[in-house]
């Protein structure tokens, strides 16, 4: 179990990290774009790091995003660390 979480986080993270690529790529050349729901979505669903270090790495400027990310992953971890507690400490 503990093997795909972690496999779950890092796809999860990979994926969203490309996401946010894209969108920049799309927003750069003028294309439709990704919305910003997807985005959260994504982040959300444990892609949080992916996120940030996508908006960082692509300079991914969304002033709506700017405190969420560093929150979510506060709160994965603290899920993840909980999780791990829970299943061999108790």
């Known amino acids: 179990m503990f093997l795909q979480i972690i496999s779950y986080l ?3 993270n990979f994926i969203t990290f490309i ?4 969108d920049k ?3 750069v050349n003028q294309m439709w774009r ?12 444990g892609g949080s790091i992916g996120a940030l270090t996508g908006q960082k790495y692509f300079r991914h400027k969304r002033k709506s995003f ?5 929150i ?8 993840v ?3 791990l507690i829970y299943r061999f400490v108790i």
């Open 10 to 12: 890092l796809a999860i």
């Open 19 to 22: 996401i946010f690529g894209l």
């Open 25 to 27: 790529y799309f927003a």
């Open 34 to 45: 990704i919305r910003e729901g997807t985005l959260i979505t994504v982040a959300i669903c």
């Open 66 to 70: 700017k405190g969420v990310f560093p």
């Open 72 to 79: 979510l992953i506060f709160l994965q971890i603290t899920v």
């Open 81 to 83: 660390i909980a999780y």
